[in-house]
T-cell receptor, first 113, second 111 residues
Framework: ETGVTQTPRHLVMGMTNKKSLKCEQH?????MYWYKQSAKKPLELMFV???????ENNSVPSRFSPECPNSSHLFLHLHTLQPEDSALYLC????????????FGPGTRLTVL | GEDVEQSLFLSVREGDSSVINCTYT??????LYWYKQEPGAGLQLLTY?????DMKQDQRLTVLLNKKDKHLSLRIADTQTGDSAIYFC???????????FGAGTRLAVHP
């Protein structure tokens, strides 16, 4: 039990759909992250939120839109995705900037048709 | 630039030791990490080492750091079938709380 949950675990969507990925952490952390993991590339950091403010956007296309309404919840809103966006999307959290450990959720396996 | 490299596959016999290697490029890295990912799961932090250390041992795990060569290794003693997973090396690189991950080493343990 990592204390970080993600829903849904699997998602299949068409290129014209709009969907959202949800992440919730139960660890009392104040920083949250979205990563993309695909067969072609190692883990790619997408977004970092600290104290509910976005502190890093790693050149992610605008069809991915993050939202962090509070320190326990993180969303990734998806629209007009491409097949190459199919990947495992991992959420993580940590305590503070410079925290040693990032705790990961189980991921959402996204398939874009 | 920041880069972390690992070999992609390692196969060992049950009971033997496994050694997973990693090289990194950012000499200013303060922490280096090993994460484990089992099938269908997220990443789990196994251990980490601070850059002013050259060795850290935690039960069956031994981490060695050669800062001069920017080389990190993870040794798993008495490897078991439950150790079969992908192991990611990561360095704390530049940017705000940013981890740079390697591509992962898939460890297969066979009888």
């Amino acid at each position: 039990e990592t204390g970080v949950t993600q829903t849904p675990r699997h998602l299949v969507m068409g290129m014209t759909n709009k969907k959202s990925l949800k992440c919730e952490q139960h660890l009392g952390h104040n920083a949250m992250y979205w990563y993309k993991q695909s067969a072609k590339k190692p883990l790619e950091l997408m977004f970092v939120y600290s104290l509910e403010e976005r502190v890093e956007n790693n050149s992610v296309p605008s069809r991915f839109s993050p939202e962090c309404p509070n320190s326990s919840h993180l969303f990734l809103h998806l629209h007009t995705l491409q097949p190459e966006d199919s990947a495992l999307y991992l959420c993580a959290s940590s305590q503070g900037a410079g925290g040693n450990e990032q705790f990961f959720g189980p991921g959402t396996r996204l398939t874009v048709l | 630039g920041e880069d972390v490299e690992q070999s992609l596959f390692l196969s060992v016999r049950e009971g033997d030791s496994s050694v997973i290697n990693c090289t990194y490029t950012d000499s200013s890295s303060t922490y280096l990490y090993w994460y484990k990912q089992e099938p269908g799961a997220g990443l789990q932090l196994l251990t980490y080492i601070f850059s002013n250390m050259d060795m850290k041992q935690d039960q069956r795990l031994t981490v060695l750091l050669n800062k001069k060569d920017k080389h990190l290794s993870l040794r798993i003693a008495d490897t078991q079938t439950g150790d079969s997973a992908i192991y990611f090396c990561a360095e704390r690189g530049g940017g705000y709380n940013k981890l740079i991950f390697g591509a992962g080493t898939r460890l297969a343990v066979h009888p």
